[in-house]
């Protein structure tokens, strides 16, 4: 036995037992360390190997925006779709019916001037070629406006686009 052990093996010295500690934790933390940087690689191999096994296989695929069941939604996006101002279109039928696809306006009918009807108060004299079942059915009228308004690259057929600034 060395002086630094008694009997039964077990240090004698302060020193000595503070130096095996300090010995101890430097040899985890350096074989942690390596632990860490080496499974690093490791899990980074692996994992990456499952990610490409799972990964979809490139498909080129368009997607259509699902058409829309709500009344305005369905409106603004068909509208939208026409390239033409979601916004504008808002403002045109909200001043003209206020969101009602059964309004009927008789007020220009006694002056000769026909009736606006529906969402769109399309005008019985001055859009002839719309019919009256079209104009109250509001996916029928939005198209119709729709045709009107690139017709006439504004919304002039509308009194509400001078009301709302469009004009």
């Not at 036995?1 to 037992?17: E, Q, W, Y």
């Not at 074989?31 to 499952?50: D, F, H, K, P």
Request: proline share 2%; with cysteine; net charge positive.
């Amino acid at each position: 036995m060395n002086n630094l052990h008694d009997v039964r093996g077990r240090f004698t010295s302060r020193k000595a037992k503070i130096r095996l500690w300090v010995v101890s934790i430097l040899f985890i933390a350096i074989t942690l360390t390596l632990a860490v940087i080496g499974g690093q690689e490791v899990y980074l191999t692996a994992s990456q190997r499952v990610k490409d096994f799972f990964a979809p296989k490139v498909q080129t695929v368009v997607a259509e925006t699902p058409e829309p069941t709500d009344m305005k939604d369905w409106v603004l996006w068909k509208v939208g779709q026409a390239g033409i101002d979601k916004y504008e279109a808002y403002a045109i039928v909200n001043c003209e019916s206020r969101w009602n696809s059964e309004a009927i306006n008789h007020a220009n009918a006694n002056g000769g001037n026909g009736t606006d009807l529906g969402l769109w108060q399309i005008n019985t004299k001055y859009q002839p070629q719309v019919k009256l079942s079209c104009s109250l059915d509001w996916k029928c009228s939005t198209e119709e406006a729709i045709k009107i308004y690139k017709k006439r690259g504004n919304w002039s057929a509308w009194t509400c686009a001078s009301i709302v600034g469009l004009k």
